[in-house]
T-cell receptor, first 110, second 116 residues
Framework: TQLLEQSPQFLSIQEGENLTVYCNSS?????LQWYRQEPGEGPVLLVT?????EVKKLKRLTFQFGDARKDSSLHITAAQPGDTGLYLC??????????FGTGTSLTVIP | NAGVTQTPKFQVLKTGQSMTLQCAQD?????MSWYRQDPGMGLRLIHY???????DQGEVPNGYNVSRSTTEDFPLRLLSAAPSQTSVYFC???????????????FGPGTRLTVT
């Protein structure tokens, strides 16, 4: 059983649409990270959220950390083909223990 | 800087064979880790190390050994390969100093392993 569950697992949308990816857990984390992974490469960090209720924006991407620090969401506005990839959330506990989510594979169709 | 490097990129093993996946980083990171990635399961932590001479188990350590004799290198050994170990393996590294928290992990390009 994965500590962090992501939904949806797969998402295929048209260019210009908005979408939200969810990352849920029953455990509390000291911080939560979102990574994006391109085919054949390792994940690359997008953002880290640390405070419960924190919202961070990265251009068209908005990340939110739940008040109880057990969940997070990633919202993409006006998706573009360049957003295509695998999105992974990772919960961080003390001592540098990272727990990755199950992943959301996003395809943006031109 | 090369960042995190992994070799080989691809490997096919027969059941029962052993091999070592190599990982090296040139960023002087204290923390290094090994993950496996399987479809629908994200990345799962196999083993990690917080510094030279120190290693610990992650979520799925069975069938794997690690050692950390230097800061730069963190090899992963498969003792007797099984088809269930068919996966993509990623090595990652990060700082560990509290001043640099929260930590960003830097990943290598991965090793795709098939066990027949």
């Amino acid at each position: 059983t994965q500590l962090l569950e992501q939904s949806p697992q797969f998402l295929s949308i048209q260019e210009g649409e908005n979408l939200t990816v969810y990352c849920n857990s029953s455990s509390v984390f000291s911080s939560l990270q979102w990574y994006r992974q391109e085919p054949g490469e390792g994940p690359v960090l997008l953002v880290t959220v640390v405070t419960g209720g924190e919202v961070k924006k990265l251009k068209r991407l908005t990340f939110q950390f739940g008040d109880a620090r057990k969940d997070s969401s990633l919202h993409i506005t006006a998706a573009q083909p360049g957003d295509t990839g695998l999105y992974l959330c990772a919960g961080v506990r003390t001592g540098n223990q990272f727990y990755f989510g199950t992943g959301t594979s996003l395809t943006v169709i031109p | 800087n090369a960042g995190v490097t992994q070799t080989p990129k691809f490997q096919v093993l027969k059941t029962g064979q052993s091999m070592t996946l190599q990982c090296a980083q040139d960023m002087n990171h204290e923390y290094m880790s090994w993950y496996r990635q399987d479809p629908g399961m994200g990345l799962r932590l196999i083993h990690y190390s917080v510094g030279a001479g120190i290693t610990d188990q992650g979520e799925v350590p069975n069938g794997y050994n690690v050692s950390r004799s230097t800061t730069e290198d963190f090899p992963l050994r498969l003792l007797s390969a099984a088809p269930s170990q068919t996966s993509v393996y990623f090595c990652a590294s990060s700082y560990r100093e509290p001043a640099r928290s929260p930590y960003e992990q830097y990943f290598g390009p991965g090793t795709r392993l098939t066990v027949t």
